[in-house]
C-alpha cells in the first residue's frame, strides 16, 4: 500500500503561486508515476501533471504547460506541483496519486493510491 497525503492548498489571488505537496509512505518502491489531479465541484476529475518516481520524465495537461511545474524530492519521499499564473478556473480540489502499472498516464482510472485533496481556490 501507498499512503498519499497532500498539502499547500488555500486562497490566492488571480495570477498568483502556489506549491501543493504530496508526501508518500508505505511501498512506494511499487510506484511508478505521481500525478496531479484536480476536481471541480460537479465536474469531473481533471489530470494535471505527472512524474515518474523512479526517473525524471514529466508531462502536463495543456492547461498547464508553461505555468506549473512538477518535481520531486526523493529523500523526504515527496512530490511537489508548482503553480503560477494561476486563473479562477484552477479553483479545485487537488489530488495527488499514484500509478502502480501503467505509463504516461493522464486517465484517474490508472492511479490505485489516492490522498485526501487540499482545496485550491483562485480569486479573481
Known amino acids: 500500500q501507498v499512503q498519499l497525503v497532500e498539502s499547500g492548498g488555500g486562497l490566492v489571488q488571480a495570477g498568483g503561486s502556489l506549491r501543493l505537496s504530496c508526501v508518500a509512505s508505505?511501498?512506494?518502491?511499487?510506484?511508478?508515476?505521481m500525478g496531479w489531479f484536480r476536481q471541480a465541484p460537479g465536474k469531473e476529475r481533471e489530470f494535471v501533471a505527472a512524474?515518474?518516481?523512479?526517473?525524471?520524465?514529466?508531462f502536463y495537461a495543456d492547461s498547464m504547460k508553461g505555468r506549473s511545474t512538477i518535481s520531486k524530492y526523493l529523500a523526504k519521499n515527496t512530490v511537489y506541483l508548482q503553480m503560477n499564473s494561476l486563473k479562477p478556473e484552477d479553483t479545485a480540489v487537488y489530488y495527488c496519486?499514484?500509478?502502480?502499472?501503467?505509463?504516461?498516464?493522464?486517465?484517474?482510472?490508472?492511479?490505485?493510491?489516492w490522498g485526501q485533496g487540499t482545496q485550491v481556490t483562485v480569486s479573481s
Open positions: 508505505g511501498r512506494t518502491y511499487s510506484t511508478r508515476i
Open positions: 496519486a499514484a500509478a502502480r502499472t501503467v505509463v504516461h498516464s493522464s486517465s484517474a482510472g490508472d492511479y490505485e493510491y
Open positions: 512524474i515518474y518516481w523512479s526517473g525524471s520524465s514529466t
